[in-house]
């Protein structure tokens, strides 16, 4: 679910899963998604072809429908100062689902942003949902239909559907449930070796005063990328922690295992690739708690991706930055010797110092190392006044 802030996503989330992915306190405060918000549904059909998500049958309880697919959302923070989160989000998704509300001109700052953020992440699966089309009159969602029209034109999503909604009355998520079973197909990883797995989220689940007998180890969560997973699997989680040697400093991955995972909401033996799931490990729970291990990869043993912290990179920036508010678009200079850049790579986030720069290679020093296969995608963004704005992408190349 990505977006401009304030466009519904979460309400939509909640509408086809039933959960509400603002559990942060600050978020409830502010109204905003500040973290990743995560949650499973599962996707149904009827006999005569009507499409409802968990728990809504159109005829009530007692309904009987043929189940299609186990869906994971990852709900993305719209607000700007959230951007990094957001890629993050896209990361570790199969597909899109881009939120525009009918009742603010299209495009907003974020929606452009974020469409960008797909278009580097290579998510070409994306449905365009019209939101809030119940607050607005008929010529008005006419109006913001031709305008997302227009927007989408000639980018990534030229020939998404485009699906008006209401989050809020459940209305068309029939029709938008069908738009994703056609649009986002489940990929086909059945020929996956090893097994990755982007770490997102970390926790301790111990209750303050709980007896040391009673003590669980630490918690991650995250997407399954390439592979699976089973209880009892030997497992390193990198870049790990940093050890000091002397007045050296390095990082050592974390060597555990898997206790168990869970998938939603089902305990499971083994998880594979695709959708989310929570993996229990006999970790210390100070390593996991507050999402510290968020941005880590999880691996088997021998078959970790590398560790980087210096990274030479293939470029290749946009053409221009999004603005916001009244500032104007600009176009976006080369990059600058000892310029300092945010660098996402799939759930990480660091900050690259530019060492070297020629035509459209470069070579970053990393404050914080970052675990990724050669060849992988990183997007990098600038410092704009006191935002970060996205630039482009680089590819690792060693």
């Known amino acids: 679910m990505v977006g401009h802030v304030d466009h519904g996503k979460t309400t939509l989330t909640q509408a086809l899963s039933g959960t509400w992915t603002d559990t942060h306190s600050e978020e409830r405060k502010r109204g905003i998604s500040i973290k990743l918000g995560y949650a499973d549904t599962a996707f149904y059909k009827t006999a005569d072809g009507r499409y409802y998500p968990k728990g809504k049958h159109p005829d009530g309880e007692g309904g009987e429908g043929s189940l ?22 896209a990361s570790i998704m199969d597909g899109a689902l881009l939120l525009v509300a009918a009742t603010e001109k299209c495009p907003q700052p974020q929606t452009r942003e974020h469409l960008a953020a797909l278009e580097i992440a ?47 009355h459940d209305v068309n998520l029939d029709v938008l ?19 990755l797995m982007y770490v997102a989220r970390s926790f301790d689940v111990n209750r303050p005063g709980i007896r040391p007998s009673g003590l669980k180890g630490g918690i991650i969560g995250g997407s399954i990328v390439e592979g699976s997973f089973s209880i009892g699997d030997s497992i390193l989680i990198a870049p790990g922690r940093r050890v000091k040697d002397g007045s050296k400093t390095r990082w050592e991955p974390l060597r555990t295992s898997i206790e168990g995972i869970q998938g939603g909401g089902i305990d499971l033996e083994t998880a594979h690739a695709g959708g989310l799931c929570g993996i229990a490990t006999p970790l210390d729970p100070l390593a996991t708690k507050a999402d510290d291990l968020s941005g880590q990869v999880m691996a088997r043993e021998g078959e970790l ?29 080369p990059l600058q010797p000892n310029e300092m850049l945010m660098v996402n790579s799939a759930t990480a986030t660091s900050v690259g110092t ?44 060693g």
Not at 155 to 165: G, L, Y
Not at 177 to 195: C, F, H, L, M
Not at 364 to 370: G, H, K, Q, S, V
Request: with cysteine.
């Open 354 to 397: 530019v060492s070297a720069i020629k035509a459209k290679k470069a070579r970053l020093d990393l404050r914080l190392p970052i675990c990724a296969k050669e060849g992988s995608r990183i997007t990098l963004s600038r410092r704009v006044g006191s935002r970060w704005r996205l630039i482009g992408h680089g590819t690792i190349t």
């Open 177 to 195: 449930i069908e738009a994703i079973q056609d649009t986002i197909p489940t990929p086909d990883r059945s020929k996956d070796n090893g097994g």
């Open 305 to 333: 991706p590398p560790i980087w912290e210096k990274l030479n990179l293939d470029l290749q920036l946009l053409e221009t930055t999004v603005a916001s508010g009244t500032e104007e678009e600009g176009g976006i200079r």
């Open 122 to 168: 290579g998510i070409e699966n994306i449905v365009v949902v019209q939101n809030k089309i119940d607050i607005v009159s008929r010529e008005r969602a006419i109006e913001s239909y031709a305008e997302i029209q227009e927007f989408i034109s000639g980018t990534i999503a030229e020939n998404a559907p485009i699906i008006p909604v209401s989050a809020h």
């Open 68 to 89: 299609l697919r186990i869906v994971s959302f990852v709900d993305a923070p719209g607000h700007e100062t959230l951007m990094a989160v957001m890629i993050s989000g």
